[in-house]
């Protein structure tokens, strides 16, 4: 950003000790003087006519809480998609509520899509620096319960997937995603309506099933049973995962053994895992 700031001093840099990605989005929110927040991530990139579209999407829905955009590398859900067709407003935007959805599956994504008018991020609060990841999620979450929000049917940024970058090792990605999410909801849980609980609390409980499997497939077995002991907290009524948490302390090769008994015995389909959630 040097060259572009001896030119134009609306380009500001910061810098601080640090301290995760949520405590420097509210540093630079704090010094930002526009009346619309754009994030973006040092590894993702918008496309040229992003805050064009933006901007005319507000003009369609001026009363939304946030913008955000589809991004290319996001496999959107068929839960967001019914969404979408129950609440597009032109080829382009669809606007409406989109909190229960959200309670269900983090569907705006990361932060690099997202664009927030000032007013309605001031209203709610910035980043919760306490969370060290998907604090984004929390925050989407926060405005979503009070105002409906806007998505942009177009691909206008690109997410880069770094094995060095904030969300962790490649491989390890999807069960640190899911620990994060269920944090989340958990964090947010005290906020949701009486009749959303049930739902909230399933997904809680298949968050930390899922990641503990993850670990467990891995062979990562001190992760996988903090992810096991936390879906019972959340949900003690689950054979299955009490099963796979005492499976987590016997030795490596005992555990290799059994899944090499499992897939001769059971067809590949049953052979998969899948959690049914008691409520």
Avoid at 178 to 205: D, Q, S, W, Y
Wanted: with cysteine; charged share 25%; net charge positive.
């Amino acid at each position: 950003l040097v060259p572009y700031r001896k030119s134009q001093d609306q380009i500001i840099c910061l810098s601080q000790p640090k301290r995760g990605p949520a405590v420097a989005r509210n540093l630079a929110i704090r010094h930002a003087r526009g009346e619309l927040i754009g994030l973006l991530d040092a590894d993702d990139t918008w496309l040229p006519d992003k805050l064009e579209l933006v901007i005319q999407a507000l003009a369609v829905c001026p009363e939304a809480g946030l913008v955000f955009t589809d991004t290319e590398y996001l496999v959107r859900q068929p839960e967001f998609r019914e969404w979408v067709r129950r609440n597009g407003r032109t080829d382009l935007l669809a606007a409406g509520w989109l909190y229960r959805a959200l309670l269900y599956k983090n569907c705006i994504g990361g932060s690099s899509s997202v664009c927030i008018p000032r007013s309605r991020l001031d209203a709610v609060g910035g980043f919760d620096e306490t969370l060290r990841r998907a604090a984004e999620y929390e925050l989407w979450l926060r405005i979503a319960q009070r105002s409906p929000v806007v998505f942009v049917k177009r691909i206008l940024n690109r997410y880069r997937v770094r094995s060095e970058s904030q969300s962790g090792p490649v491989g390890l990605r999807l069960p640190i995603s899911r620990e994060a999410g269920a944090t989340v909801l958990e964090r947010h849980f005290p906020m949701i309506p009486n009749a959303l609980k049930p739902l909230t609390r399933a997904r809680i409980t298949f968050y930390y099933w899922n990641g503990g499997w993850h670990y467990f497939s891995l062979n990562r077995f001190r992760e996988a049973r903090r992810m096991f002991r936390r879906c019972l907290r959340s949900n003690w009524r689950q054979p299955t995962v009490l099963l796979y948490l005492a499976a987590s302390y016997l030795p490596a090769w005992v555990v290799e053994r059994l899944r090499g008994l499992k897939r001769k015995l059971l067809p590949k389909k049953v052979a998969g895992f899948r959690l049914q959630v008691s409520r």
